[in-house]
Structure formats: structure tokens, C-alpha cells
């Protein structure tokens, strides 16, 4: 036991910690570029999802529910099997390195839930502001875009931020396909250095950089809901 | 089962797709094999995440301070850290250095194995969110509601054992049953310490037979397919234990 304490494993780590900065900068990077591209693809999903056809509504929810309920892991596989090293655009080769397609992987999931919380925003502005935007002449996308979301875009914010916190937790798992985010230094540390308890001290590093990166995006999101609620309490 | 397996040879050599559970003999037994595992795990897991919900729940709820900042501890740890990270902490950083994963010289079982590990972190990381929920519904039952317990003589323990748990877990249920297919969902980081459930097995197969796309489905659809028996079975729990005059 005393072996898992040992302050010779956090004197073998230290200089190593830069390398797993580095790491986890590419966890931040992942997380940023999904997250962004599953906002966009998620809010068109959301907004067909409220469609006022049936079947289209129907579909958009299928494909939300697939998206949302494949396992991440194997949504990365997918990803990494299927989208091509190299993309040909006018004749030029563009090379798509690991991280980005676990980056595309991730936003998959992403544009599922954020859908998710698109349809909810929009489900909770009365209906009586589509019937105003209707008498007004509004059509569908202008309603959606003028009236509708702008309204909704609060309520929305929290669940936002939750799933940001869900995603960049997520980015973790691309270490499994070999992006060299912040698990993969470790394990390449853990290849190289001997040392008594690093295993313990490394992987716990990992773990604390998460949680000092998550802990205080989550606090922010759930103060921000308190807020949200008080007012909502004191309107009604 | 004869013609189902002689429709997949077919498909294969007529048109390339090589599903080859369902006609080669050793990766049908090999996957099911797999499917059965993961179905173990997210079982457990479950469990076991109920369990670390309940008393995640009590510590929060609880009148001793430390105790409920113990509590809160936990939540926030397991909810601000990946899953992945977790698990790779507890087999390498503590079953490892500890000794707990190896096996014995003849070939003994580990103290723990790493299947174990994926159970255990599993119901760790969803245990906290559980008990999230639970707390919520503890909160929402009424607050009469325990005055009533209390004046019919229930004590302190008693009135959360017969009052206010089982209605807070029946109000707290819908968001258990979202966590149950979280569970779900997540019990393929079994992967990564090689247990062998299903995409493992399925990774050993594409590997193989090299039908990549082919045994990607199948994955899907097997973990589709676990999901939405788990949230049947939530649903089904759910109007079982339905109170009158509570919900909808």
C-alpha cells in the first residue's frame, strides 16, 4: 500500500506533466469542434423535429433517437473505419488526422441530445406565440427564427452546458482509437518510466485535470438553472 | 435455424456481406457469448448503481455534516471524471499496484477481476447520478407526508424505510430508467481493459473475418436492442409500481 503513495512516482511524473498538458489540450480541442458542429447539426435536427408534418416529424425523431442511443464507443469506431484518411477536394488531398475524426465521432452523439434540448426549448414557448406569428404572417422558418428561438435560447443554456460537460468527458474515450489526447500520454509515460505507485499517480493526474477542467463549467450551469427557476417562479 | 444460416452463406457469396455470427459456428457461439457478458454487466451494474444510489442519497440527506459532505464529494468526483478514466484508474492505479488483478501462480482467479472493475465503475459513475436522483425525489415528496409517518409513530428510520424511500424512488424512477440505459450504453468501456463483451468480441471477429461494417451493425443493433429492453423494462416497473392519485 505504501507503494501507491510513494513521493518517488510523483518525482518520475513531473516532468512528464507538460506532455499530458498537451494531452489534454487536444481533449479541449476535441470537445470544442464536436460540440460546435453537433450545436449545428443538433438545432436543425431540433428544429425539424417541430416540424408541422408528421412524417418528417417522425423521421427527424428517429434519427435523434439513433444518435442518441448508439454507445459512444462504438459511434468512435465507426468513425474511424469509415471516414477515409485522406478527403479528395478539387483534386487536393486532405488529410484528416485521428483526432478529428473522433471529433466528428463525438458530435454525432452531440447534435442527438442538443436536438433533444432544441425541441424541448421550443416546446416550451406557449403555443399561442405560433398562433401571433401565424396571424402575423410569419412562415415556419421565421417564426422558428425570429420569434420562436430567441425565446427559447435561455431555457436552453443550461442543458447546454451540461451536455458540453458530457461531451469533453466523452473526449476521453478517444484515447481508444488512438488519438494521442491525455489517457494516451499517460499510457505512452506509463511504457517508458518504472517507477513504484506512477500507475496510482499518473492515471489519478488524468482524473483531477478532468475534474478541475468539468467541476466548475457544471457549477456555472447550475447556478445558472437556479436562476432561471427563481425567475420562472417569480413570473408565475 | 438451418435456413436462416444458409440465407447469410448465400448473402455472402452472392453479394460480399459477411455476417458471419449467423452462419460460422465458432463466432455465433464466440458473440453470443459476448452478448451474454455485456448483458451481465449492465445487470450488475445496475445493481449495483442502485445500491451506491441509496446511499448516496442517505449521506446527502443525512443530519451529520460530514457525512454529507462526504456525500457531496462523491457526487461532484464521479460526475466531473470520465467514466473511461475511472476505470483505468481503478484497475491500473489501484488493482494493479495492489496486486488485486494478478492472476495466481496456478492460474488462480484475481481478487478482483477487471470484469469486476467495469462493474464496480460503472455502478460508481452512474451510483452518482442516481443518487442525484433519488435526492430529488426524496426532496419532492411532501413534507406532511413525514409529519403524517412521524405522528403515526414511525421513527426517523423507519419513516424513510416505509414512507418517504418508497415514494421517492417511484417519483424518482423515470430518471433511474434513463440512467439504466446510460448503464447500458456505457458498459462497452468494457473494451478497454479486454473484457470480452460484445464489441470486444465483435472487434475479434471484424479482425478475423475482416467484415468491419458488417459486425458494426450487429453491434449496434445488439446494443439497440439492450436498450430498449432495459427501458421497457423500466416502463413496465414503472406502471407496476404506479401509486394511485400520484402522476398522470
Redesign the interface.
Known sequence: LAEIFDPAAWKALFPWVPLIFSGFLLNILISIVSMSAGMLMGALLGIVQSSTFAWVRFIASCVSLLLRNSPWLVILFFAMYFIPVNIVMLGNYIFVPVWMKAAIALSLPAAGFFSEIVRGGIAFIPRTQWEAAESLGFGFWRTISFIILPQALRRMIPPTINLYCAIALGTSLATVVGAQESISTVQIILNTVRAPGIMFTSYGFILYLFFLYIFPISLASRRMERALDRQQGGKG | VNSISDFFRDLYESTGWNFSIFYMEWDAKHYFEGVVLAVQIAFWSVLGMLVVGVLVAAMNMSAIRPLRWLGIAFV??F????????L??LV???G???GLTKYGPQGQEPFISALQFVILALSLHYGAYCGEALRSGIEAVSHTTKEAAESLGFNHFHTQRYVIYPLAFRIALPAIGNNV?QVI?????A??VAVPEA?YVA?EIWSTRSN??EM?IV??VT??TM?WMGSLATRKLESLLAVPGFGR
Open positions: 461532484e468526483f460526475r466531473n471524471t470520465p467514466t473511461l478514466a475511472q483505468l484508474f491500473f492505479g489501484i494493479s499496484s495492489l440505459i450504453k456505457a458498459s462497452s468501456v473494451y478497454v464489441l472487434s468491419v461494417p458494426m453491434v449496434l446494443y439497440m436498450m
